[in-house]
């Protein structure tokens, strides 16, 4: 089976939709970095530097996945490009390449949620008590 230019164009879309959900949730995230910072400066409560601790590690996690999220963007193009020249062989791997980061960027993206839920649960702790 051999691929040819709309192959790789098919996952723009995709790729796209991606990029802005996260960057969405990036522009969330800074939002409640402010919002926390202004909590904690009041009351250094033990939920608030929880919640701290959490968010710094969504953000890099959320860092990481539109990292590879662009990375697969940019070796799509890169392999339409090879497959313009006529460079065929190498365009497949590099579409490959492409595939493998978007497959990270998702997987990384999983891992978040399930952060994304701890940091819920411990926002939700304090009424436990």
């Known amino acids: 089976m051999e691929i040819d ?4 164009a098919l996952l723009f879309s995709a790729i796209s939709l991606i990029m802005l959900a996260y960057t969405n949730r ?6 409640l970095v402010r919002t926390l910072k202004d909590q904690y400066r ?8 929880a919640q701290i601790i959490n968010l710094r590690k969504r953000l890099y996690l959320t860092r990481a996945m539109q990292v590879t999220g662009i990375g ?3 070796l ?10 006529q460079l065929y062989m190498v365009s497949v791997y590099i579409f490959g390449l492409a595939l493998i980061l978007l497959i990270i960027s998702l997987g990384i993206s999983v891992r978040e949620i399930y952060i994304s839920v701890k940091a819920l649960e411990i926002h939700l702790s304090d009424m436990d008590s």
């Open 26 to 31: 990036f522009l969330s995230y800074a939002q």
């Open 42 to 49: 009041e009351n250094h409560s033990a939920v608030t530097a």
């Open 5 to 8: 230019l709309t192959t790789p």
């Open 72 to 74: 697969s963007l940019l």
């Open 76 to 85: 799509c193009v890169v392999s339409m490009f090879l497959m313009y020249i």
